[in-house]
């Protein structure tokens, strides 16, 4: 729990602005911190909105978290290995709910194997600043003005331009992936009007990722280097 203190505090910041996102969106304070407390993923939570903002339908939804949260189950994949012998099918099922970017970089930095009751804390503390930042920030957009609101929105998305950014300034394939991605986020958005908003997330994400595999492989060189 101490290791994932750090963790929470970055959550209850960041989710903050989801709550405002979501119940501008029309959910009520309830719904909003229910998705945050069965869902811990901020993309996923975000696109997930839109869609129920736009209406839109259940393969829409699942075809967009899929995309978009299929990098959990990598993840999970390259954790298992830090597991150890009292992880038994049970515990690992109930620790993939609390998967997340920042819980594994701090799981998989740790000496020596990863044991349940590690696992846990760190969920539970993590999951606690998620769920708490989602309650106050949705609270609040019901009563701040929406001067206010608008601008605690752009929390989410500074988060995500934090991500971007010292990547694409050191790679030119992230650079093309992810001004593509923004190209063709405005293309669906201002022309292509007749795709919803789920499935333009998803052909967005598709089709810049596999232009980028595409145009930029990644040498033998490079993968062990990065490995």
């Known amino acids: ?10 959550y209850l ?3 903050f602005g989801f709550g ?5 969106s029309g959910l009520s304070v309830f719904q909003s911190s229910m998705i945050s407390a069965t869902n811990l993923t901020s993309a996923g939570q975000i696109a997930g909105v839109g869609v129920i903002a736009a209406s839109g339908t259940l393969l829409e939804m ?10 959990y189950s990598l993840m999970a994949l390259s954790l298992s290995q830090k597991l150890d012998k009292t992880f038994t099918t049970p515990h690992r099922l109930v620790s993939s709910y609390g998967i997340t970017d920042e819980i594994f ?14 696992m846990y804390g760190m969920i539970l503390i993590a999951m606690i600043g998620w769920v708490l930042g989602t309650f106050l920030g949705a609270s609040a957009g019901e ?3 929406d001067s206010v609101t608008a601008a605690m929105g752009i ?3 500074g988060m995500f331009l934090a991500i971007i950014i010292p990547p694409s300034r050191k790679k030119k394939s992230v650079l093309f992936v992810t001004v593509l ?12 009007t007749m795709v919803s908003g789920g499935f333009a997330v998803i052909i967005c994400a598709i089709v810049a990722a596999g232009l980028g595999a595409l145009l930029f492989p990644v040498s033998d060189d490079e993968e062990e280097a990065e490995s």
């Open 1 to 10: 729990m101490n290791h994932g203190i750090p963790i929470a505090l970055g």
């Open 155 to 157: 929390v989410l998305y």
């Open 13 to 15: 910041s960041v989710s």
């Open 20 to 24: 405002i996102l979501a119940v501008e």
């Open 105 to 118: 970089a701090v799981c998989s930095a740790q000496p020596g194997m990863i044991t349940p009751a590690y």
């Open 62 to 71: 699942i075809l967009v978290q899929l995309v978009i949260n299929i990098r």
């Open 143 to 145: 009563i701040l003005p």
């Open 181 to 192: 991605a923004a190209l063709l986020s405005i293309l669906f958005k201002y022309v292509l």
